[in-house]
């Protein structure tokens, strides 16, 4: 795991470097393909899963992009309103109400693709790549 840890943090400065040269598209392939190999390794894919299970992945991941970009809050709520910022609230509410629907659809497809036990491992093994990009950048900062 630290190993693991230690590589994410290691690419993903390399990713920041390119995202801070202007080149955000590069670093976040470079961080997508780091997350296909270290969750493709914790839950131990075959060759045919993976062939089935990534496209799904990636198809799920385009559709929560979609969820997500429709309600993009205003970043400065000094503006608003108190009608307006409550507004924002509840279409935060509406996009997290979306995306567990989202969930939902695919672990039914998902389910389809693999066995349950290995589903389980996805599910961690994101939570653990999350955590371990968070933590990478939060390093980067201190530097």
């Not at 994101?126 to 980067?140: A, C, H, M, P, V």
């Amino acid at each position: 795991m630290k190993n693991w840890i230690l590589v994410l943090g290691i690419v993903f400065l390399g990713s920041l470097h390119s995202f801070a040269q202007g080149r955000p598209a590069e670093a976040a392939q470079k961080v997508r393909a780091m997350k296909v190999a270290f969750i493709t390794e914790r839950m131990n894919l075959t060759p045919e899963e993976a062939e089935k299970f990534w496209p799904l992945q990636k198809a799920f991941e385009a559709e929560q992009k979609k969820i997500r970009e429709k309600y993009q809050p205003e970043r400065d709520l000094s503006g608003l309103s108190e009608v307006e910022v409550e507004q924002q609230l509840n279409n935060i509410f509406e996009m997290e109400e979306q995306v567990t629907r989202l969930k939902k659809e695919y672990f039914v497809k998902f389910k389809r693709v693999l066995p349950i036990r290995k589903l389980a491992l996805y599910y961690r093994a994101e939570t653990e790549f999350n955590k371990g990009l968070i933590r990478s950048l939060q390093q980067f900062k201190r530097q």
